[in-house]
């Protein structure tokens, strides 16, 4: 994806994120209502605001993001989104956390608002809470989701 391409209305991406709130959290689903992680929150996402994903997901271990240097989410997220800064990313911006110091990014958000993000927590399901100064820090990667096919 180039910089040149639109991306999506981030009300649009957000008012679709606030309609899997209080999704129950489960490992590797992503059913609005029904159950998913945070990974399945964003496939969920792309597929309502985007179109259909662009390639299956492998299945993958609870404790991945612990196995590795890849940074397998910016990763895949760079082959089908627009990348921001971090810093600049607005709302309706897919954040990457990392969620310890020097470790891959493995856990992902939708930024609703300044000080606001949608994210699937393993207790909570999908939430809606406050971008404290302790999760903005762990912002490793942000991307724009693209226009609809």
């Known amino acids: 994806m180039t910089r040149a391409q639109t991306v999506a209305d981030p009300a649009h991406v957000i008012a679709i994120a606030r309609s899997w709130l209080g999704t129950p959290y489960h490992d590797q689903a992503s059913l609005c209502g029904v159950g998913c992680d945070c990974l399945?929150?964003?496939?969920?996402?792309?597929?309502?605001?985007?179109g259909p994903e662009p390639f299956p997901?492998?299945?993958y271990s609870r404790d991945w993001g612990e196995t590795g240097a890849r940074e397998v989410l910016a990763e895949g997220a760079r082959r089908m989104m627009v990348e921001c800064p971090p810093a600049d990313a607005p709302?309706?911006?897919l954040v990457l956390f990392r969620m310890m110091p020097r470790a891959i990014a493995k856990h992902v958000g939708i930024l609703t608002g300044p000080?606001?993000?949608?994210?699937?927590c393993e207790r909570l399901g999908v939430v809606e809470e406050g971008l404290t100064p302790s999760w903005r820090r762990r912002i490793a990667f942000a991307f724009l989701f693209p226009e609809a096919r």
């Open 91 to 93: 709302p309706g911006a």
């Open 115 to 120: 000080q606001s993000f949608i994210h699937a």
């Open 40 to 50: 399945g929150l964003a496939r969920g996402v792309w597929r309502e605001v985007v």
């Open 57 to 59: 997901m492998p299945p």
